[in-house]
């Protein structure tokens, strides 16, 4: 551990041409990584193993991908986006998060190589599972646990390996802890980790809950009957809701015993069975539906394999955020710490809003409602890596001379 911290402290007495040499592997290795995340995205929402099969294969034609055709960046390009079996397109957004990661990874070596060089490794590690985490959560609206969990453990680890990930002193959290502890670094920095990580999924759980009370209600109302559907998309972990052009992910509409979607309904149908004009009330476990001018009857939703029909009013419980969303800040936490938590949330929501307003200008409010939030937190833990602590320090020497 301790020779650890030798060598970190020491990397920025390198000279120039080695650091050069650093940060064009760092551009090289992110490429790298980036091509591993794009695995990572397709598979992990799918529920398919990482590791095998070992080599990437095309979403078409499923033909096992060549290591010569698997060459990060330069592959997309030479075989102009295309599979070299059967040329189906391959999306741009492959190419898209190889270059996105080696530009951070770069980013992060030229930003910390030099005078804190023990904070690039685990910077890689937090911004890769960033993009990770974005770009399933655009695809599937979900933030899957395998990096939510395995990130705050990543994060924990690492805040006792690396000297100085959060902090170079001691804080206030540490200030009970017995002297010979305090004045070790790697116990203050496990317990900001920890801390940060509890902080960040109690904190956003709370956001999320009075999210609920305040906004909790999304009025669905149209004058003429449009459909409705609740089904479980192929390849899908979960069921959807369908209403209208809207779409809802079970969970996030009933992430609570006590919500309820409820609806008017023209019609319904119920496992195949025509019921009629109605109100029709959905929860995590139960089915009622109460024909016109008639008795209501309770299923069991486990006895219900399809629901669709035709609706002119609903109200649907809705989340402030997610519950991956919760579990993210945990992870991002378990990095950065408390004061990172504060920064990322709060710049995730002015950048959020900016976007939003941005697309109601545009005219483009329905585009605005499919974005989910986990992408502008990823956002603001980026950066918080790059520009939080000296944002944090400006604004804190700037109220005292208002103060003042």
């Not at 030479?78 to 770069?106: H, N, Q």
């Not at 459909?227 to 996030?252: C, F, K, M, N, Y």
């Not at 939080?388 to 700037?398: K, T, V």
Request: proline share 6%; aromatic share 12%; hydrophobic share 50%.
């Amino acid at each position: 551990m301790d020779y650890l911290a030798a060598v970190l402290t020491t990397a920025q007495y390198l000279s120039p041409p080695v650091q050069l040499l650093l940060a064009g592997a760092s551009l090289v290795f992110g490429a790298c990584v980036g091509s591993f995340l794009n695995v990572v995205i397709y598979r992990l929402p799918l529920e398919l193993s990482v590791s095998d099969p070992k080599r990437s294969f095309c979403p078409s034609c499923r033909y096992q991908i060549p290591v010569w055709h698997n060459i990060p960046v330069v592959s997309w390009l030479w075989l102009r986006g295309r599979c070299a079996r059967c040329g189906a397109s391959i999306s741009p957004r492959y190419l898209v998060v190889e270059l996105l990661t080696a530009v951070l990874f770069l980013m992060v070596f030229l930003w910390f190589g030099r005078d804190q060089p023990w904070l690039v490794l685990p910077m890689w590690g937090l911004l890769a599972l960033g993009v990770a985490a974005t770009y399933i959560d655009f695809d599937h609206m979900i933030i899957p646990d395998e990096i939510t969990y395995g990130g705050m453990v990543a994060g924990i680890v690492c805040s006792a390996v690396f000297p100085w990930m959060i902090t170079s002193e001691a804080t206030w959290l540490t200030a009970w802890l017995p002297a010979g502890m305090r004045a070790d670094l790697r116990w203050t920095n496990l317990l900001e980790s920890l801390v940060g990580a509890g902080f960040g999924l109690l904190l956003v759980w709370l956001v999320v809950q009075l999210g609920k009370l305040a906004f909790g209600r999304l009025k669905y109302e149209s004058p003429e009957p449009v459909a409705w559907e609740v089904s479980q998309p192929e390849g899908e972990p979960e069921p959807a809701i369908r209403l209208g052009t809207g779409q809802h992910l079970w969970t996030d509409v009933f992430s609570r015993p006590s919500d309820r979607l409820r609806m008017t309904c023209h019609s319904c149908v119920i496992n195949g069975e025509e019921q009629g004009a109605g109100e029709l009330v959905l929860s995590e476990d139960t089915v009622v539906f109460t024909p016109a001018g008639g008795t209501a009857a309770v299923r069991k939703l486990e006895d219900v394999q399809h629901l669709a029909g035709r609706m002119t009013r609903a109200v649907v419980p809705r989340e402030a955020m997610g519950l991956g969303d919760v579990k993210f800040m945990g992870l991002v936490g378990a990095f950065l710490g408390w004061k990172g938590i504060l920064f990322t949330l709060f710049a995730a929501s002015i950048i959020g809003s900016v976007v939003a307003v941005a697309m109601i200008l545009g005219k483009r409010r329905e585009w605005a409602a499919r974005i989910p939030f986990g992408p502008y937190l990823a956002l603001g833990a980026a950066l918080w890596v790059f520009i939080g602590p000296a944002f944090l320090s400006w604004y804190l020497a700037l109220s005292s001379g208002l103060r003042a």
